[in-house]
């Protein structure tokens, strides 16, 4: 069955339903996007149990992942993937350091470690290009994992907030799949309004705590998800390697794979 909430996260959803170039929509019940998956509640597990999803690829850190381990039901296997992205990372990283301060009993150096990374951070679209730059290779495993699920099973990308690095995996997936540019943006903007709220609330008040001050380019970087942001990361691709299938190919998935991918995130009528 497809899923179109899971208890304890955030920034889920499913990227079914996107207009295609030239006609039709992505598959439902394909790929899944999501934040952190550490917190998931009974019922949440339940979903998750009962859902279609084999595959859960985390972009974390291992320091993430250590620090919140995704939580799975016992009632099935489930294939797991890590792939970690460390550009992209601020937000697990102030969590990493507050963490550590709680553990070590000394927030003042905690808080300096945050504030000496905000003071190199650059913009969103700077983040995604170094990870772009650097992360073919993992954007083309994760892809690879959605093309070769099998018919009715899905797949489940999360990273920690889900907007910046699941938000470019998917974003080159759906781009390379024939979603149409204005519908990738929409996709991306989604995590911006679903991290509003208490979860932006709580993560910007720990950093506050730590004493790092809250400028835009901070809040930006932590709840932001502004539509130029992946525009221009995808203006980079394009520039580069063409278009999202180009970049990657050029990562290793094999032609054959993407061949897989568009059948795969194709509605079938």
Known sequence: MTITALEGTVNFRDTGGLPLAGGGRSAPGVLYRSDAISDLTPRGLETLAESGIEVVIDLRTPAERSMAPDRLPAARPFTRLNLPLFEGAFTGAAQ?????????????????????????????????????????????ETARAVAGTAEGSATLVHCTAGKDRTGVAAALILSAAGVEPEAVAADYRKSEANLSGEWA?????????????????????????????????????????????????????????????????????
Do not use: C, K
């Open 96 to 140: 990493q350091e507050m963490q550590r301060a709680r553990q070590s009993g000394d927030p003042e150096a905690a808080a300096r470690a945050v504030q000496a990374a905000v003071t190199q951070l650059p913009t969103l679209a700077g983040i995604y290009t170094e990870m772009l730059q650097d992360g073919s290779a993992v954007f083309a």
């Open 201 to 269: 609330n709580r993560m910007l008040g720990m950093i506050r705590d730590l004493g790092v001050p809250l400028t835009d380019d901070v809040v930006a970087l932590v709840t932001g998800a502004p539509e130029d942001a992946i525009n221009r990361a995808l203006t980079w691709v394009h520039e580069h390697h063409g278009n999202a299938a180009g970049y990657l190919l050029s990562g290793g998935l094999r032609d054959e794979e993407l061949a897989m991918l568009r059948r795969r995130l194709r509605e079938q009528q």
